[in-house]
């Protein structure tokens, strides 16, 4: 299977810098390290950045969007959230759902990321459902069979993101038995201070990466690729 790249930019970028990055990075000679074959490279920025990025990628068949989040309800009357409808023909194809961020800071529950994973999956974007080992059988229980078989999981240990203490692959590799053990045999990406000096030793335990700090300069980014 190919490897998943993912940038998630966080709430990092306004439009200027996004537009820099995006020009730094879509170089042919950039483009052309991606094989589609065995890398996928999907952008994950802000809600307010996702069109003009999607006008950028799509000049790149090898790279994809993903959103940062989605509301748990449809599309109608709430106020500030953006609906899994409300992408319609920006081409999203992942959507990062429970990051352990929008645990912490906006208090989501596992059954709040359920319900997005319903409406993404009802959208026909791809959830990534982002989890620690202490909430993995909460947020399993959380979803129905049907739900969580077309998920992919990112393993973000807690401790490991943002702070530079990457968790060791033996450490990696024992998380993704216990994740595929509960959730059967979906993808399964880590998370937690990657950078392009460690992403090589998880080639063997995982199917991708998701990057935060070491994506957000377009140089350091486009090493960390090369090293996939
Ligand atoms: P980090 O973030 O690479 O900065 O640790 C990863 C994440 O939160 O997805």
Redesign the pocket.
């Known amino acids: 299977m190919k490897k998943l790249i993912v940038a998630?930019w966080k709430a990092n970028k306004s439009l200027l810098e996004a537009q820099d990055w995006l020009n730094h990075f879509l170089t042919d000679e950039n483009l052309s390290m991606i094989d589609p074959e065995k890398k996928e490279v999907i952008l994950a920025p802000a809600h307010f950045l996702l069109s003009t990025v999607a006008k950028f990628s799509s000049r790149a068949s090898n790279l994809n969007l993903a959103v940062q989040d989605l509301s748990p309800y449809p599309a109608g009357s709430y106020t500030g959230a953006i609906s899994a409808e409300n992408l319609n023909g920006l081409n999203v194809k992942y959507a990062l759902l429970g990051?352990s961020e929008r645990r912490r800071y906006f208090s989501e529950t596992c059954q709040q990321v359920a319900k997005k994973v319903e409406l993404a999956l009802a959208a026909e974007i791809q959830p990534i459902i982002c989890l620690d080992l202490d909430y993995l059988d909460e947020q399993a229980a959380a979803l129905t069979e049907a739900h969580f078989k077309k998920c992919m999981v990112a393993y973000?240990p807690l401790t490991?993101?943002?702070s530079g203490r990457n968790e060791t692959t033996s450490e990696v590799a024992k998380a993704v038995k216990k994740i595929k053990r509960v959730f059967g045999s979906v993808p399964v990406l880590y998370?937690?201070?990657?950078t392009a000096d460690n992403v090589a030793d998880y080639r063997k335990v995982v199917d991708g990466v998701?990057?935060?700090?070491?994506s957000l300069q377009a140089a350091n980014f486009i090493d960390l690729i090369q090293q996939v």
């Open positions: 998630n990051h973000e490991a993101i943002g998370g937690g201070s990657v998701l990057v935060g700090g070491a």
